[in-house]
């Protein structure tokens, strides 16, 4: 239990659905992350909240959209996928983003799966 | 732009054995470099860090070198147990940023009995 939770772990969607990938921590922190995990490649940062302010966008394509209501929830908007999109997508947390080398918290992943 | 290059991708070694995992980074000013862990089915979890002004550190069977000049740094796993079965990534954090981390494609750690 690293204090971060996703649901759900798992999601299949066609691609033209709309759904929703939640995120909770549960440590107090302030900064809140996406990432994307492919098979065989570095973590790609996605988005980036600090003080529920979006901070971060790596040239994430509109079908994606954060939503962080409070420091510690953080959504993922989902809307007309495409299979490449199909990845483990990572939330994780941290203190803030303020000092280096602040240790990120990861959540278990959502699988999704875009058909 | 900044890069972390991981080898090898894939380790087998007998349990007993130890498992060296080396990362190459690009940006001289990079001052922090953490390893995480991740086990099937979980996210990555931080195992141990290391930052630019240290050459070495360790935590039982896990130590973590640094070498600023070549700018390579390695996690070396002593006397491996079945538990240390996983994907292991390295990462390095830019000196211009303080969160983003750059990272690496990962090393898949497989103990054979």
């Known amino acids: 239990e690293t204090g971060v939770t996703q649901t759900p772990r798992h999601l299949v969607m066609g691609m033209t659905n709309k759904k929703s990938l939640k995120c909770e921590q549960h440590?107090?922190?302030?900064?809140m992350y996406w990432y994307k995990q492919s098979a065989k490649k570095p973590l790609e940062l996605m988005f980036v909240?600090?003080?529920?302010?979006?901070?971060e966008n790596n040239s994430v394509p509109s079908r994606f959209s954060p939503e962080c209501p409070n420091s510690s929830h953080l959504f993922l908007h989902l809307h007309t996928l495409q299979p490449e999109d199909s990845a483990l997508y990572l939330c994780?947390?941290?203190?803030?983003?303020?000092?280096?080398?602040?240790?990120?918290?990861f959540g278990e992943g959502s699988w999704l799966t875009v058909v | 732009g900044e890069n972390v290059e991981q080898h090898p991708s894939t380790l087998s070694v007998q349990e007993g054995d130890s498992a060296v995992i080396k990362c190459t980074y690009s940006?001289?000013?990079?001052?922090?470099f953490p390893w995480y862990k991740q086990e099937l089915g979980k996210g990555p979890q931080l195992i141990i860090d290391?930052?630019?002004n240290v050459g070495e550190k360790k935590d039982q069977r896990i130590a973590v070198t640094l070498n600023k000049t070549a700018k390579h740094f390695s996690l070396h796993i002593t006397e491996t147990q079945p538990e240390d079965s996983a994907v292991y990534f390295c990462?390095?954090?830019?000196?211009?940023?303080?969160?983003?981390?750059?990272w690496g494609a990962g090393t898949k750690l497989i103990i054979k009995p």
């Open positions: 990462a390095a954090s830019p000196m211009d940023s303080n969160y983003q981390l750059i």
């Open positions: 940006d001289s000013a990079s001052n922090y």
């Open positions: 440590l107090g922190h302030n900064a």
């Open positions: 994780a947390s941290s203190q803030d983003t303020g000092s280096s080398g602040n240790t990120i918290y």
């Open positions: 909240y600090n003080f529920k302010e979006q901070t």
């Open positions: 290391i930052r630019s």
